[in-house]
């Protein structure tokens, strides 16, 4: 795998703390010294931008608010062009409609909706983006027909009663984390017109085994012995946590199963709760370290299927594949099968982090296991 990648939270954690330190070392450097700075004219424009009085722990708490993780979203390539071809090719969706944008960030899709020739858009947005939306949607001439809303779903009122489009990228990694799906659901049930259309409308989890020795080697047997010390204290709290990252197609052992369907037009918030059986099923002799779980999304209401999968073996997207070392190094033969379960729920104390039981047995020519496994997504 990609060794320059980390898990879902270290690229917000390491920024964060390199602006903390940032912030702490030049109020250091400016104790007991008195200066008279003369603000330049570049520096009192910069005040003025939407956004940037924003300080590092508003970061932490707002991430959604930084321009840069939109950049991310913007600059994948798979998942913003199949919305808009979504939005282009299958107009009639759209056409002379009211669309709701959940989540909509920079208002990307509100405005593939607006040129799109929706009747309006409503776009909601609760971090500091909304500002940013307002403002691009009035650069780009669409201030008649998109409203941008900044605000909770479950807090705000829309000006009409219905909608005939509900559109949204609420996907997060793994498929579930950060918890989103539940807003999409709450604004189906309280705005979606009964014949209405939600954008993308199924999606789907998926599992598969992989030879991962390298990797595994590198951030988890690694606290074992570090610089001579015993650290192994910390590799169960390593293990526990999924890393998100980009596997490469070569390393997949045993095939891929569907794990999970959900039809966002007709499920419920307890749907996103589950325990779901598996067999995976070696296709070569090789070693097993880690369980990859991937989701699929579909656009079933296009003329023509449309969709993208985020799957070791498609093109990249950037969220990647979600990966679950065992703590067992399993030997599989070909032919043999790994079985198991698992459970997936909410944390209960914070809903946006999930929890995730996996159980595997194999009973092998080379291996006999079985383990349960506790996993959580933070």
Known sequence: MDQGKGD???????ATASRLKFDSDGEAEGVGMEMEVEES????????????????????????????????????IVRTKTYQNVITQSSFL?????VLDVGAGTGILSLFCAKAGAKHVYAIECSQMADMAKEIVNTNGYSNVITVIKGKVEEIEL????????????????????????????????WLA?????????????????????????????????????????????????????????QIVTNCQLLKTMDISKMT?????????????????????????????????????????????????????T???????????????????????????NPRDIDIKLKYSLNGQRSQVSRTQFYKMR
């Open 323 to 349: 990966v679950l070392y065992l703590e067992d190094v399993i030997t599989i033969c070909e032919g043999e099968t790994l079985t198991g379960s698992m459970t997936v729920s909410n944390n209960k104390k």
């Open 194 to 250: 009964e014949d209405g259309v939600v954008l993308p409308d199924k999606c789907s989890l998926h599992l598969t085994a992989i030879e991962d020795a390298e990797y595994k080697e590198d951030k988890i047997e690694f606290w074992n012995n570090v610089y001579g010390f015993d650290m192994s204290c910390i590799k169960k709290q390593a293990m526990m946590e999924p890393l998100v990252d980009t596997v490469d197609a070569n």
């Open 159 to 190: 000006p009409v009663p219905k909608v005939d489009v509900i559109i949204s990228e609420w996907m997060g990694y793994f498929l579930l984390f950060e918890n989103m799906l539940n807003t999409v659901l709450y604004a189906r049930d309280k």
């Open 41 to 76: 004219p570049e520096a009192a424009a910069a005040e003025e931008v939407i956004g940037s009085d924003k300080t590092s722990a508003d970061y932490y708490f707002d991430s959604y608010s930084h321009f840069g993780i939109h950049e991310e979203m913007l600059k994948d």
């Open 8 to 14: 879902a939270n270290g690229g917000l954690a390491e």
């Open 269 to 321: 918030s307890g749907d996103a709760s589950f325990t779901v059986p598996f067999k995976l099923t070696a296709e070569r002799n090789d070693y097993i370290h880690a369980l990859v779980a991937y989701f699929n999304v579909s656009f079933t209401k296009c003329h023509k299927l449309m969709g993208f999968s985020t799957g070791p073996r498609s093109k990249a997207t950037h969220w990647k594949q």
């Open 94 to 98: 759209i056409k002379d409609k009211i």
